[in-house]
Nanobody, 121 residues
């Protein structure tokens, strides 16, 4: 059974930083592309950042470019999201997701339970 467990969320003031971690168990992380989604109250879930299996390719939604960095450690079976210069509009529940190669991010194979990030102004 594959499990994704996020950690690192919390409350921070605007301009601050947080580092989210997602540890995968039950299967090697190297089999999957990994992504971070977020969902704010009343809004649809959106893909914030994604990283290829090797880590050589990344994607960021425009609103976080230059502020967020996604990384992965296949040895540690973990993926990370470093979030700097946080803004109030970054407040959301952040979810880790795993997608198999060749599939769309519309339907990841696995989801984590989510971690709350609250940015106060």
């Amino acid at each position: 059974q594959v499990r994704l467990v996020e950690s690192g969320g919390g409350e921070v003031q605007a301009g601050g930083s947080l580092r989210l971690a997602c540890v995968v168990s039950g299967r090697s992380l190297s089999s999957y592309r990994m992504g971070w989604f977020r969902q704010a109250p009343g809004k649809e879930r959106e893909l914030v950042a994604a990283i290829s299996q090797s880590g050589s390719s990344t994607y960021y939604v425009d609103s976080v470019k230059g502020r967020f960095t996604i990384s992965r450690s296949n040895a540690e079976n973990a993926v990370y999201l470093q979030m700097n210069s946080l803004k109030s509009e970054d407040t959301a529940v952040y979810y880790c997701a795993a997608a198999t190669v060749g599939t769309s991010w519309n339907s990841p194979a696995y989801w984590g339970q989510g971690t709350q990030v609250t940015v106060s102004s």
